[in-house]
């Protein structure tokens, strides 16, 4: 998997129990994942159409560094689907615990909005994943 981004848990990100809050981790899964499926794609023009399940399986506390990772699953034609997972990093160690994890897909639009196909080279590139 590529790492995608390192964000540091702030006391602006704490939600009512402590805990991160979980909207804020979605934006940063979707943020890294969008960036990333605009550079994968060599295109700015990704929209995000779906993300799967998605279980916060460990708390992130204030103070607590992640780092968020990726990796190409599936390309169709407008399309790709990236798995994203969060982890949570000791500083001390370096050891890292999978807090959560899920599917992003994006699609290429065009300046009107409408799904236009990724370049046929990158398609090529991943139609092993197809
Ligand atoms: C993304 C969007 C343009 C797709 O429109 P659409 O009418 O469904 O387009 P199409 O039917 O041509 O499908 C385009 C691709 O999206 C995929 N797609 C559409 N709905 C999907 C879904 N629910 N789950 C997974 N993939 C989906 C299709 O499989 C297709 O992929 P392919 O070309 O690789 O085969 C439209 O749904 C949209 O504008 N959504 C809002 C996006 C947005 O605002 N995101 C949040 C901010 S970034």
């Given at each position: 998997m590529e790492k995608l981004a390192i964000k540091l848990c702030m006391?602006?990100?704490?939600?009512?129990h402590g805990n991160l809050f979980g909207g804020n981790?979605?934006?940063?899964?979707d943020e890294a994942a969008?960036?990333?499926?605009?550079?994968?794609?060599k295109n700015p023009n990704m929209v995000t159409v779906k993300i799967d399940e998605m279980v916060f399986q460990r708390p992130v506390k204030n103070g607590h560094q992640v780092n968020i990772y990726g990796e190409v699953k599936g390309i169709g034609t407008s399309s790709i689907t990236m798995y994203i997972e969060a982890r949570n990093v000791n500083f001390y160690t370096g050891e890292e615990k999978t807090v959560?994890?899920?599917?992003?897909?994006?699609?290429r639009i065009d300046d009107s909005g409408s799904a236009i196909p990724i370049d046929e080279t990158i398609r090529k590139?991943?139609?092993?994943?197809?």
């Open positions: 006391t602006k990100d704490i939600g009512v981790m979605l934006a940063w899964l969008a960036t990333w499926a605009c550079s994968v794609c959560c994890s899920t599917f992003f897909t994006f699609v590139q991943y139609k092993h994943l197809v």
